[in-house]
């Protein structure tokens, strides 16, 4: 007898089916008697009023695996639309010991370390997996916008010889006999790629040894990295970004409409024109509208990320607002100065719902400037090596950007902590599961 | 001027237009000169005849990046059936010194070494960036075929407190004041996701701590991985195994006409019906057909893997053969036993044109099960707390598979060495670029 899905269960009425899934509930009152069966797509009811079914399933916990064969009966008041009369139910895996936390309840936005500590079973319940599943769509939107453009999907090691940031919070790894570290990013390799293919993408771990545990950082995450040659300004890049955001949020709306049912979350208003606005445009904002004066700052701090995006909903009913033109001195060196004052970057980072959720810039193209922008930033140009020999060989105009999966998810689903967001976070306190 | 691509050119015959690229060869002959510019989709001929253009171009090296706005004419003796003639050159990025390694000249299968230590420069060629575009197109191909599965792609950490596989050759982090390691695959991760979401897919970074640099190892690889839940047997592993195999073919013969051509490279031969037999049954093959007797040795060791192929090839028509049932002593701890004989496993190996591709098998999901097989292994329950703790909350039967993407791309294109199916290989040699 094949199996039916519980979400398909509303093309079988009338028919005797065969389901399986875990026991997601259970009320035991006597004479009638109901199990909430969850499968990989939803939940169905089953009514037992037969004593010897009611026996099998009375002792057995939440969460065991049942197989049960009986009749689909259309009943417009139960979940799916449907319930499952007579059922011949066999228990295929059985709890043993109590779950620690309730998972048949809503968990959403909860204590995360009660959450943390129970991971692989909070995961299963309705909220948890909606989050992972909306994730899954995230991804694979974000690919299928890139390789829409025509670029090129390219894998790159986590492992690595120094450090391309030139910063500091870096993993070391005992590699045989010579010391490495986990990549901070895949910038690098992305701009060695752009010289081949022109425009490229990856999504690729990174690491920071982060050594506080805040609420929007962990040691291990996952960029959506971009990059892409023969732009006619770092403007491109920023309309990349914005329409890839775009196509994510649409493809969550098309396929996960239940999920965000389930996690009563809205997604962020995109309105057709996002704004975009200089850093000292920004700050001038923020001083006139809330009466903060950051000006000069060269920068935003937490705070101007959350009040910038405020201002920029009530001004433009946008939920993401891009800040460019970074200063030099607070930005990476392979950072484009901007012609018209060098003191200024054609950088960029995407706000959303008052966290940073992209960073990026036209990059130097020139081996000659890059250099000095090294020595400018009081590093030296032999530690990167690597990084110089590409632009000896022929370089475009070029920029990208990153973006973070675990971010990205948590301003989408307005989640507190990124490890909501993190389906086994790493950081100072946590290395397991 | 809208930059026009040259694989587009055709269909701008007759008009004036602009391209954007790098010299990837050049002839100069004196009155008459030809450039061949390459861009991201292919090469085009430009003819060049203006002593103003010549002189920008004669001293110009290789791979200097240049923009041309010119005449598109109709030529069939030229590639892409077109040439731009009367061009107006300007010069985006000049190429200082020479390059040490001609990548204008088909570079494929060469010496490793000589390819690897002018990484950045040899993937220009167009056969190093050929093997690549088929990678990405695997890549997504893999994702396609399990999303219409109606499985979930999830992401795993790849730092992990202890080992999984409970073997050696890790990988040590200093992780904050603790010691952590590289994952060695995601088996823990995708285990528990699979009570979750029932169907999950991943591609994960995994780590070997390979002392010895053969050509088929590496030390950082990526795994297709696959774990499915509610199975009849672990024949429908095997299965999606061969599906998705042949999915990925289509697609790339689809996709990567022209890189196949570049590369004068056949596609494995999978036939309607692939062979799977049992490792005893192979080892009699073995025997038959060489008269090499490794009956009783309980694996295929490389020279086995080579000789089964070849024999597969012959007997069935087929590139790819699948081996069943694996000693218990061989697989990991996890492996489910053959209910009829326990000193066999419900697991198997894909063998690709002589080589593994491909490990997988039915999982132990019993909790009490489990926990004997690891005693039986020789190793400490205690160890592997994490793994257990996920089959004391109901599980089904399941199982999955892993299956390595640069072995993968190695044996679609018969490539001598794993490394050249590696964008940025790492072994015992080579942390850099």
Redesign the interface.
């Known amino acids: 007898m094949k199996?039916i899905l519980s979400k398909d269960l509303k093309n079988h009425i009338g028919e005797t089916i065969l389901i399986?899934g875990?026991?997601h509930q259970k009320r035991i009152m006597g004479s009638i008697n109901f199990i909430l069966l969850r499968?990989?797509?939803g939940i169905v009811q089953i009514v037992v009023k037969d004593k010897k079914e009611i026996s099998k399933i009375k002792d057995t916990m939440d969460?065991?695996?049942i197989e049960v064969i009986g009749d689909c009966i259309k009943e417009d008041r139960s979940v799916n639309g449907v319930e499952i009369h007579n059922p011949k139910i066999k228990i295929?895996?059985?709890?043993?010991?109590p779950?620690k936390i309730e998972i048949n309840k809503p968990i959403i936005n909860a204590n995360i370390d009660t959450i943390l500590d129970n991971?692989?079973?909070v995961?299963?319940s309705l909220q948890q997996?909606s989050i992972?599943?909306i994730?899954?769509t995230m991804?694979?939107a974000y690919?299928d916008y890139c390789?829409s453009l025509?670029a090129?999907?390219?894998?790159?090691?986590?492992?690595?010889?120094n450090a391309t940031e030139g910063g500091s919070e870096l993993?070391?790894?005992?590699?045989?006999d010579?010391a490495?570290y986990?990549a901070q990013s895949a910038q690098?390799?992305k701009q060695?790629?752009v010289?081949?293919?022109?425009?490229v993408f990856s999504?690729a771990?990174s690491?920071r040894?982060e050594?506080f545990g805040t609420s929007r950082h962990t040691?291990?995450f996952?960029q959506y990295e971009w990059e892409m040659g023969?732009i006619d300004s770092y403007k491109d890049i920023i309309n990349f970004g914005i329409n890839v955001i775009k196509y994510i949020k649409d493809k969550v709306e098309e396929n996960n409409k239940e999920d965000l049912s389930i996690l009563k979350k809205e997604l962020p208003l995109l309105p057709s024109d996002i704004p975009v606005i200089k850093l000292s445009e920004a700050l001038d904002l923020i001083f006139q509208e809330r009466g903060i004066d950051h000006r000069g700052q060269g920068d935003l701090n937490p705070e101007d990320e959350k009040m910038i995006c405020e201002i920029s909903k009530d001004k433009y009913g946008s939920d993401l607002i891009v800040i460019t033109h970074y200063p030099t001195s607070k930005r990476a060196f392979y950072t484009m100065p901007d012609p018209k004052n060098p003191e200024e970057t054609l950088s960029f980072d995407f706000i959303l719902r008052g966290e940073e959720i992209v960073s990026g810039s036209q990059r130097i193209?020139?081996?000659e400037l890059l250099k000095e922008a090294i020595i400018k930033k009081g590093l030296d140009p032999n530690d990167f090596e690597?990084f110089l020999?590409?632009f000896?060989?022929?370089?475009?105009?070029e920029g990208g950007l990153g973006m973070g999966?675990e971010r990205l998810t948590q301003q989408f689903l307005s989640l507190q902590n990124i490890r909501e967001a993190t389906?086994?976070?790493?950081d100072?306190k946590r290395?397991?599961?």
Chains 1, 2 share one sequence.
Request: zero cysteines; proline letters at 4%.
């Open positions: 199996r399986k875990y026991i499968d990989k797509d969460e065991s695996v295929i895996s059985k709890v043993k010991s779950l991971r692989a079973i995961l299963r997996r992972f599943k994730q899954s991804a694979n690919r390789l025509g090129t999907e390219i894998f790159v090691p986590t492992i690595v010889g993993f070391k790894i005992k590699y045989y010579k490495a986990l690098l390799y060695t790629m010289a081949i293919y022109e425009k999504i771990h690491y040894a050594k040691s291990e996952i023969f193209h020139d081996y690597n020999e590409i000896k060989f022929g370089m475009p105009e999966l389906l086994f976070p790493r100072v290395l397991t599961p």
